[in-house]
């Protein structure tokens, strides 16, 4: 089955620094990668995917980058912000019969 | 279109005891989950539908734990003789085949065995 790691686990920066989380994945079929956010008491939500014929995707303050061949995606993260504090998670696709989470990465912005 | 809807949002209950989780997914969706999510960890699979068909559950659900989804609309998951270990947040999901392949969660609902 697919195995799914981040680096890092958590993550401090200042305020109006950037942030960079990186996601590994095992299964080489995998062609929708996804990263999403969630805040505490609530339930994750999609801030940004990528197929896997774009290298990289932008929107915003938020950028994702896909290597497919060394099997690993990217969430950036510019100029951060208080409420940019939140867990993120990536969910490599490559079937929808079984989608499976990163353990996270717990991310803290600090005025 | 009001989300993906998870009742109740807590629930406490005693070692032993059965509980019943429900989900209502977005309304056109056909594809459904249900994750476990404890304290500081990723939210793990448990199961899937498409539809009213369970196609998928994860080795790791005992039998004392059971989902149905009737109807192909609304889920239920089902916790028998309820142990310490399974407190946690279970989550739902929901997508359409043929989206974008964005999972809709709803906001949990908790569990604590006491």
């Known amino acids: 089955g697919e195995n799914v790691e981040q680096h890092p686990s958590t993550l401090s920066v200042q305020e109006g620094d950037s942030a960079v989380i990186k996601c590994t994945y095992s299964?080489?079929?995998?062609?929708?990668f996804p990263w999403y956010k969630q805040e505490l008491g609530k339930g994750p939500q999609l801030i940004i995917d990528?197929?896997?014929?774009?290298g990289e995707k932008k929107d915003q303050r938020i950028a994702v980058t896909l290597n497919k061949t060394a099997k690993h995606f990217s969430l950036h993260i510019t100029e951060t912000q208080p409420e940019d504090s939140a867990v993120y998670f990536c969910?490599?696709?490559?079937?929808?019969?079984?989608?499976?989470f990163g353990p996270g990465t717990s991310l803290s912005v600090i005025p | 279109d009001t989300g993906v809807s998870q009742n109740p949002r807590h629930k406490i209950t005693k070692r032993g005891q059965n509980v019943t989780f429900r989900c209502d997914p977005i309304?056109?969706?056909?594809?459904l989950y249900w994750y476990r999510q404890t304290l500081g960890q990723g939210p793990e699979f448990l199961t899937y539908?498409?539809?009213?068909?369970?196609?998928?559950k994860s080795r790791l659900l005992s039998d004392r734990f059971s989902a149905e989804r009737p109807k192909g609309s609304f889920s239920t998951l089902e916790i028998q003789r309820t142990e310490q270990g399974d407190s946690a947040m279970y989550l739902c999901?929901?997508?359409?085949?043929?989206?974008?392949?964005?999972?809709?969660f709803g906001e949990g609902s908790r569990l604590t065995v006491l």
């Open positions: 990528i197929r896997s014929n774009v």
């Open positions: 539908f498409q539809n009213e068909a369970q196609l998928e």
């Open positions: 999901a929901s997508l359409t085949s043929g989206g974008t392949g964005e999972l809709f």
């Open positions: 309304s056109e969706h056909n594809r």
């Open positions: 969910a490599p696709v490559t079937s929808y019969d079984k989608v499976i």
């Open positions: 299964d080489s079929a995998s062609n929708y």
